[in-house]
């Protein structure tokens, strides 16, 4: 499963030109009662931008700089919270990653992408039946752009959990959403492959190769099943392809 946060496309120093009025609370409105000053959350919630985005590129100190600055402005920021959480992960901090992880579920529970991240962390350090605890519930929210995604990575966790049935199911449910979803094709692949099913994984692995391309994982699963399959030239065709990937 991704352990990543999406990157940001917009490079900090250029959010912190855009925010400079926002950063530094001075008047943005103006009403028939006066000048309006910004409330501290939305000044958290710039703060909390600005973190990520210099997480995002690698900038961990500015990060956290930005990031606590957002939380001394308003302790209830998930996102802050959830960018501190991404950071100690990135820092390999795991305990404070895992407790920053949990207070930002605490401010948002319906925060699917929180939920998603935070099985990432689980996965990490082999909880999977937590990860795939965090997963179930990340995958009841309906209208979650990348519920593919999330029924992928719940594959991946009942795999680690060595439930290969349950993996399908999660796998082909994943499928019914997004046809084109590379790792769970490939992943069922492996899976048909390993329970004897070859023309099935074959099919499975055709379908890989035209949404995906090639790659010596799945070159490497193409010689296995031509092996099966009794197709020995097939089978060397495609090491020796592997020799190239």
């Not at 350090?125 to 009841?140: G, N």
């Not at 999330?150 to 009942?158: R, V």
């Amino acid at each position: 499963m991704t352990r990543q946060p999406r990157p940001f496309s917009i490079r900090p120093l250029c959010i912190a030109m855009g925010l400079v009025c926002l950063l530094s609370g001075c008047a943005t409105a103006v009403s028939s009662n006066g000048p309006k000053q910004d409330s501290p959350e939305d000044a958290a919630a710039a703060y909390t931008r600005l973190g990520k985005a210099y997480l995002a590129e690698g900038n961990l100190p500015r990060a956290q700089q930005a990031l606590e600055h957002a939380l001394s402005l308003d302790s209830q920021d998930s996102g802050a919270l959830e960018g501190l959480a991404l950071l100690y992960q990135r820092q390999n901090d795991l305990d404070l990653a895992d407790r920053f992880f949990q207070q930002a579920l605490k401010a948002e529970p319906k925060a699917t992408r929180i939920r998603n991240n935070y099985a990432a962390l689980l996965y990490q350090r082999d909880e999977y039946a937590k990860a795939c605890e965090q997963l179930s519930v990340a995958s009841e929210d309906i209208t979650y752009t990348n519920r593919a995604q999330l029924f992928a990575n719940l594959g991946q966790c009942e795999m680690a959990s060595g439930d290969a049935t349950a993996a399908r199911q999660y796998y082909e449910r994943a499928l019914d959403i997004d046809a084109r979803d590379a790792r769970s094709l490939l992943a069922l692949a492996r899976i048909d492959h390993t329970q004897g099913n070859n023309e099935r994984a074959w099919e499975r692995l055709q379908r890989y190769f035209t949404v995906a391309g090639t790659n010596a994982e799945s070159l490497r699963l193409a010689s296995e099943i031509a092996s099966a399959q009794g197709d020995s030239s097939r089978a060397a065709f495609y090491r020796q392809q592997l020799g190239g990937a």
